[in-house]
């Protein structure tokens, strides 16, 4: 039979003038209708805040369960609704067992780093960095002072390579040549030899106290390339350590990862007594649920039986 567009619209407008059922056996099945779809989940599921959750997904569990025992009667379905507010609270419970411990794995690293000043992996790739550069600078200047010797170049235009000379003068001008003033007066002082008071602090003074002592330009060359390979192995080594304690950090966030995995005493111990505790409810009521349709379909079913147990011996 086909229903005419005028007899459809009809339809629709008389649907909208009905009130629902009017007798008790209908609004008793309406009502059922309503726990079925989520009534519970207005108790149940928290709906506002940051904490809100999908009504939705829990309307589902719901339909689920309901299609899957196909309760009869209210009792059946109240005990159906506290299977799924069980199931509701342990998926909380979960949810609270990976908040403690993003809580804590969240701030692993910042935590480790923040102690004894320990370099984070970016400080120590951007030293690392640093000290490569100096490397390179130091091999290149290497080759430099090599060429220069070669060629015979003057001592004198390394000059402005103070760092060279602080090193040469600290290595090979013996501390009790070098002339300080005291209260205006030259005296000679030894171990005493801060940059502002030495007599012999600039390179040209230095380069003459060497070549007074013996040393020759050549000899002088090499020596700033002896000082070019000690420095490179000294920060090579840098980094090498740099690089080991890069890795050992990683070592240690790793144990403290694994260390973290698990939540405190304390925490653990509330979250199985709260799992407990719903779950004892839960299979309580699914065991109550299949007794009653058991018994519904005839089967005999002995009463449940129930143990009271004194423990402090009263």
Known sequence: MIVSEKQLLANRQNALK??????????????????????????????????????????????????????AGPLEEILIEKIAACYWRMRRASRYEVGVLRQKLDATTDDYYAQDSTLSDAQIDAAIADK????KTARDQYQLFKRSCEAGQ?????????????????????????????????????????????????????????????????????????????????VTREIKKLQKDKADNELHLQRIRKINSLPSKLEMDNLLRYETAIERQMYQAIRELERLQRLRAGDYVPAPMQMDINLTGK
């Open 18 to 71: 009905s009130t629902g059922p009017n007798t008790a056996q209908g609004k008793t099945l309406a009502a059922r209708n309503s726990l079925r779809h989520g009534l519970l989940a207005k108790e149940v599921v928290i709906t506002q805040g940051e904490g809100a959750e999908d009504a939705r997904q829990f309307d589902a569990l719901l339909t689920d369960l309901v299609a899957q025992f196909s309760p």
């Open 154 to 234: 003057e001592i004198a235009t390394t000059y402005h390579l103070k760092e060279n000379w602080k090193w040469l003068k600290k290595e090979f001008i013996d501390p009790k040549d070098i002339v300080h003033k005291m209260d205006g007066y030259p005296t000679v002082r030894v171990g005493l030899t801060t940059e502002d008071s030495l007599n012999i602090k600039t390179p040209p003074q230095i380069h003459k106290k060497m070549l007074a002592r013996g040393h020759t330009d050549k000899q002088i060359w090499q020596v700033h390339m002896d000082f070019c390979q000690k420095y490179s192995n000294k």
């Open 132 to 135: 490569q550069a100096a490397v």
